[in-house]
């Protein structure tokens, strides 16, 4: 049904599967607080999920065509090698580590944020992105894999987070968004982004944050994403958004510059 449905309206197909992982990581989320650790039965089903994906997808050749590859090598320059979405990252240490945390804490939270940043990364700048530009181009897919992304966020009300702090996270995920669908169009892979956003929920869920210091750093990390959002735009300008092969390795249409 999926595969008829991705055919059919590729974009519904990409929803479908968003709905899919959120129903699996609250069904671990549920199970992980009957047993009393946090994490637990998240992590085994998220990494079983992004297991089969990855299974399934290379059956059907369509890995490379959602940018589970390497980035370009000319584009790495382009890009800064990256190194803004490291700045972003390790921004929240500058609060310190939460102590409360034992080793097995830390490495359930490590298991949980590497399927959690594969499987999103994959849904929201592989499936959605590839899908709304193959049929509305890049500067759309951009636009609605960023605001998409960053507005499933607001699902974490359900999650005991006050409307302030929600607020903070969806415009936080809106913008990194924005950057991590400009990377894709760079450079054709998910790769660095998948990378950014495991490294980025792992130390945030390990730091020792505050109100006020977490309003800081969230404005922080808006103005660097902003300004990378910013000069991105403008390296597109120069290298145009590489074709995307579709699947099995057969060219799909062109993409335009944003």
Do not use: C
Not at 29 to 40: D, H, W
């Amino acid at each position: 049904m999926l595969t008829r449905l991705r055919e059919a309206h590729p974009v519904w197909h990409a929803v479908a599967w968003i709905a899919v992982y959120i129903v699996v990581f609250n069904v671990g989320e549920g199970v992980s607080a009957t047993l009393g650790q946090p994490g637990s039965a998240t992590a085994p089903l998220l990494l079983l999920l992004s297991a089969g994906l990855v299974l399934g997808l290379r059956a059907e050749g369509r890995l490379a065509h959602l940018g589970v590859r390497l980035p370009r090598r000319a584009t790495l320059t382009p890009a800064l090698y990256f190194l803004p979405l490291l700045v972003i990252a390790l921004l929240q240490l500058t609060t310190g580590v939460d102590r409360r945390l034992d080793a097995p804490d830390v490495l359930l939270v490590v298991a949980v944020m590497i399927g959690v940043g594969f499987l999103e990364e994959l849904l929201f700048r592989g499936f959605l992105y590839q899908a709304v530009a193959a049929r509305r181009g890049v500067t759309a897919a951009v636009v609605v894999s960023g605001l998409t992304f960053g507005l499933g966020h607001i699902l974490n009300l359900a999650r005991g987070y006050t409307g302030v702090e929600q607020l903070v996270q969806i415009v936080v995920a809106i913008a990194v968004g924005v950057v991590l669908a400009l990377l894709v169009a760079l450079t054709g892979s998910i790769l660095p982004g998948v990378a950014f956003h495991v490294v980025f929920n792992i130390v945030g869920s390990v730091s020792a944050g505050s109100g006020r210091s977490d309003l800081v750093l969230a404005a922080v990390v808006v103005a660097v994403s902003t300004a990378y959002a910013v000069y991105l735009v403008r390296q597109l300008r120069d290298h145009p958004a590489p074709t995307s092969p579709g699947p099995a390795g057969r060219p799909s249409e062109p993409s335009v510059r944003v």
